[in-house]
C-alpha cells in the first residue's frame, strides 16, 4: 500500500490538487487538513464510513462550501479565485440534489444547457441523446417532482454531463437507485472515462468501488488513511473491503458476546 500513490503518468497534471484543506463546524472537525492529487483521465473512489468527511471534501473541492484553510486546484485552475474557470470545467452530481420540480425532465435539461451558454440546437441534440441513453425518453415531459429516487439521479447526470465537463463529481450516485437505473448510470460513466474525462465519486460500498474504479482515496475522521492504485490500496489483502476495514480501524469491532441475547428465542 502507497502513502503517496502512483496514479498518474509522469508530466500529466492532476484533475484535481487539495492542498492543506480543513472544515471545521463548532467544535466538531469535519476534514482535518487533507493533502491530495487525483490523477487526471481516471475512475476514482473517495471511500470513507459515514461521518468521514466524504460530501463536506466534494462540496469543498467543488465550490459549494468555502474551506475554512487550504487550497482547491481542478484542471489548474483555483476553486476560490477563479470560480467561473472552474464551474465551466465540471459537472457535480451532489447528494440530496435540489431541482426545479415543476419542470419536466426536458424542460429542465434545456434551462441548464443554455445557463451553460451552450446554444439552444445543440442542448436539444446532447438533451435527446442524454435522456435516450439513460432511459428517460419515455418521461421526459413528466415534471420532476414525479419523478422516482432513480429517475430524479439520471436526470442529475445528464444535467451534470450536458456541457462535457472535463472532470465530474458524483456524491453517492448509486445511493437509493434500482439495479437497472445503477446498471445504465455505470454504463454511461465507463464510456465517459474512456474517452479520458475524470469521475471522482464517493461511496462506502466496497464491492461498487472494487468493481468501478481503477484509484481509490481512503477517506476515515477527516483524513487520508491511504490513496493509490487499487492494487496499492489494497496492498496485499483478498479485498478492497478487507484493506479498508483495517485503514479506519474497523477490524474486529464486532464482538458476539455483545449480543448474546439476540436469536435463538431468548428474551
Known amino acids: 500500500m502507497t502513502e503517496t500513490g502512483q496514479g498518474k503518468a509522469p508530466g500529466t497534471a492532476p484533475a484535481v490538487r487539495v492542498r492543506g484543506l480543513w472544515k471545521r463546524f463548532g467544535e466538531q472537525t469535519a476534514v482535518a487538513g487533507i493533502d491530495l492529487e487525483l490523477p487526471a483521465g481516471r475512475f476514482i473512489g473517495l471511500v470513507g464510513p459515514n461521518g468521514a468527511g466524504k460530501t463536506t471534501t466534494l462540496s469543498m473541492v467543488t465550490g459549494l462550501l468555502r474551506p475554512d484553510e487550504g487550497s482547491v486546484e481542478v484542471a489548474g485552475h483555483d476553486v476560490w479565485r477563479d470560480p467561473a474557470a472552474v464551474k465551466a470545467r465540471i459537472g457535480v452530481l451532489p447528494e440530496g440534489l435540489r431541482m426545479f420540480e415543476r419542470l419536466s425532465g426536458r424542460e429542465l435539461l434545456g434551462y441548464t444547457g443554455r445557463l451553460r451558454g451552450i446554444p439552444g440546437p445543440e442542448t436539444d441534440r446532447r438533451a435527446d441523446r442524454l435522456l435516450d441513453v439513460l432511459g428517460l425518453a419515455d418521461a421526459q415531459h413528466k415534471l420532476v417532482v414525479d419523478y422516482s429516487t432513480g429517475m430524479r439521479k439520471k436526470t442529475g447526470l445528464a444535467a451534470a454531463l450536458l456541457h462535457n465537463p472535463e472532470v465530474l463529481f458524483l456524491d453517492e450516485p448509486f445511493e437509493g437507485v434500482d439495479p ?5 448510470i455505470r454504463a454511461v460513466l465507463e464510456r465517459y472515462t474512456a474517452s479520458g474525462a475524470t469521475v471522482v465519486f464517493s461511496s ?19 483524513t487520508i488513511r491511504a490513496h493509490g492504485t487499487l492494487d496499492e490500496v489494497r496492498g496485499g489483502a483478498p479485498s478492497l473491503q478487507e484493506a479498508f476495514l483495517r485503514l479506519v480501524g474497523a477490524e474486529g469491532r464486532l464482538d458476539d458476546s455483545h449480543l448474546d441475547w439476540l436469536g435463538g428465542g431468548a428474551r
Open 204 to 222: 462506502h460500498v466496497m464491492e461498487l468501488v472494487e468493481s468501478l474504479c481503477d484509484w481509490v482515496a481512503v477517506l476515515a475522521a477527516g
Open 180 to 184: 437497472v437505473s445503477a446498471q445504465t
